[in-house]
T-cell receptor, first 115, second 112 residues
Framework: SQTIHQWPATLVQPVGSPLSLECTVE??????LYWYRQAAGRGLQLLFY??????ISSEVPQNLSASRPQDRQFILSSKKLLLSDSGFYLC??????????????FGPGTRLTVL | GNSVTQMEGPVTLSEEAFLTINCTYT??????LFWYVQYPGEGLQLLLK?????DKGSNKGFEATYRKETTSFHLEKGSVQVSDSAVYFC???????????FGKGTLLTVNP
């Protein structure tokens, strides 16, 4: 079966510090991968998605970036965090090769607090 | 473009009450429709889905029917429990861009 991991689970960082969040998926090959942010309130904002190694699409211009160095690894980074980067970051995957290419499965999330 | 509108709530119910959370959508063609649930401090979990008109998705006592004529996918449960307290998201998928379009979420609180 497929599983998705995110770490760290929680993170407290000072303004201006760098960031690296990691997401890995097990049990599937060549998944589509997604990064979402959930800020104050409940809404979900799609930040990046990737359809393959090295292929990144950005949805929102900001001080965040994403990379996909391996097929099942997706990394969210920042060189200098802003207060507004605080939130709950969710990674998700979907398999175009499977029987349900329309369905995304989410990880447990990373709670980021920027002070 | 695609969009999803759902009642924002919050919705507060007593245990064993009937639940309806409304969701309507705008999209071309026949999108796939979803309900996701997010328990406090956790990621989203797929609750149910429907991929074509008149399909009924169901799981854990929750149901939703894909209504093409009214472009709706309302979530219902006949008798809610305290453990159903969570945020519920309606979403749609049109295959051309690999992305889900989410509603803003509805916070449900069930009191004993």
């Amino acid at each position: 079966s497929q599983t998705i991991h995110q770490w760290p689970a929680t993170l407290v960082q000072p303004v201006g510090s760098p960031l690296s969040l990691e997401c890995t998926v097990e049990g599937t090959s060549n998944p589509n991968l997604y990064w979402y942010r959930q800020a104050a309130g409940r809404g979900l904002q799609l930040l990046f998605y990737s359809v393959g190694i090295g292929q990144i699409s950005s949805e929102v211009p900001q001080n965040l970036s994403a990379s996909r160095p391996q097929d099942r690894q997706f990394i969210l980074s920042s060189k200098k965090l802003l207060l507004s980067d605080s939130g709950f970051y969710l990674c998700a995957w979907a398999s175009l090769a499977g029987h349900a290419p329309d369905t995304q499965y989410f990880g447990p999330g990373t709670r980021l607090t920027v002070l | 473009g695609n969009s999803v509108t759902q009642m924002e709530g919050p919705v507060t119910l007593s245990e064993e009450a009937f639940l309806t959370i409304n969701c309507t959508y705008t999209a071309t063609g026949y999108p796939s429709l979803f309900w996701y649930v997010q328990y406090p401090g956790e990621g989203l979990q797929l609750l149910l889905k429907a991929t074509k008109a008149d399909d009924k998705g169901s799981n854990k006592g929750f149901e939703a029917t894909y209504r093409k004529e009214t472009t709706s996918f309302h979530l219902e449960k006949g008798s809610v429990q305290v453990s159903d307290s969570a945020v519920y998201f309606c979403a749609l998928w049109r295959g051309s861009n690999y992305k889900l379009t989410f509603g803003k979420g509805t916070l449900l609180t069930v009191n004993p």
